[in-house]
Antibody
C-alpha cells in the first residue's frame, strides 16, 4: 500500500519561500507508470493543481503559479519536494502531495498524503 | 484553462436516496473526467476515472456517466458514510482543473 507524507514548516512569512517535502513509502518513486504531484486547498475552498514531476525530473506547472513554483525529486530518498517563492496570504492552504497515474491520455490521482497546513503570516 | 462547474453546490438527502451530481466542462474533454470524495479534515479519496470506471474497492452504488462536456455522478442508495463533498476533475488538459465541489449533507 503506497503512502505519502508531507512535511515542512507550518508557518511562513510573507515574501519568503514555502518548502514542503513528500515522502513516499510502499512503492518506488522511480516507477515508469506514475508521476508525483502537488495540490492545494485554501480553507473552505476547492482544489488547485500546482504541478507534477516524473522520476526523470520532467515537470509541468500550473501556469498561474509557474513563475514561483519549483518541484524536484530525490529518487535516492524516495521523496519529492515543492518550493513556492514570494508567498502571500493567498498562498495559505492545506498542501497535498499525491501520486498521479497517467492513462496517456488522461490521468488520475489515486493516492494522497494527509495534507499539510501552511499559513502565511508575519 | 478548462473550467469545471458542478451543480448543485450543496445537496440535502436522506439515507437510501438516489442522488445525482452534475459536472460540466467549458469545452469537450471526451471522457477524461475523474471524481473524488472528501470528508472534513481528510484528503480527497479517488472514486472514478475516465468518467465511468470505478476505482478498485469503491462500492458499486457509485456510478459515473457522461462524455464531452456533461458528466454525472450518481449514488444509487445513499449510505451514512457517503455524506461528504464531491469534486470532479478533468485530465484532458495537463493543466488539471477541479470543479468547485458539491457538498452532500444529511436531510
Amino acid at each position: 500500500q503506497v503512502q505519502l507524507q508531507e512535511s515542512g514548516p507550518g508557518l511562513v512569512k510573507p515574501s519568503q519561500t514555502l518548502s514542503l517535502t513528500c515522502a513516499v513509502s510502499g512503492g518506488s518513486i522511480s516507477s515508469d507508470y506514475y508521476y508525483w504531484t502537488w495540490i492545494r486547498q485554501p480553507a473552505g475552498k476547492g482544489l488547485e493543481w500546482i504541478g507534477r514531476i516524473y522520476a526523470s525530473g520532467n515537470t509541468n506547472y500550473n501556469p498561474s503559479l509557474k513563475s514561483r513554483v519549483t518541484i524536484s525529486v530525490d529518487t535516492s530518498k524516495n521523496q519529492f519536494s515543492l518550493k513556492l517563492s514570494s508567498v502571500t496570504a493567498a498562498d495559505t492552504a492545506v498542501y497535498y502531495c499525491a501520486r498521479g497515474f497517467s492513462l496517456e491520455p488522461g490521468a488520475y490521482f489515486d493516492y494522497w498524503g494527509q495534507g499539510a497546513l501552511v499559513t502565511v503570516s508575519s | 484553462d478548462i473550467q469545471m462547474t458542478q451543480s448543485p453546490s450543496s445537496l440535502s438527502a436522506s439515507v437510501g436516496d438516489r442522488v445525482t451530481i452534475t459536472c460540466r466542462a467549458s469545452q469537450s474533454i471526451s471522457s477524461y473526467l475523474n471524481w473524488y470524495q472528501q470528508k472534513p479534515g481528510k484528503a480527497p479519496k479517488f472514486l472514478i476515472y475516465a468518467a465511468s470506471n470505478l476505482q478498485t474497492g469503491v462500492p458499486s452504488r457509485f456510478i459515473g456517466s457522461g462524455s464531452g462536456t456533461e458528466f454525472i455522478l450518481t449514488i444509487s442508495s445513499l449510505q451514512p458514510e457517503d455524506f461528504a463533498t464531491y469534486y470532479c476533475q478533468q485530465s484532458y488538459s495537463t493543466r488539471y482543473t477541479f470543479g468547485q465541489g458539491t457538498k452532500l449533507e444529511i436531510k
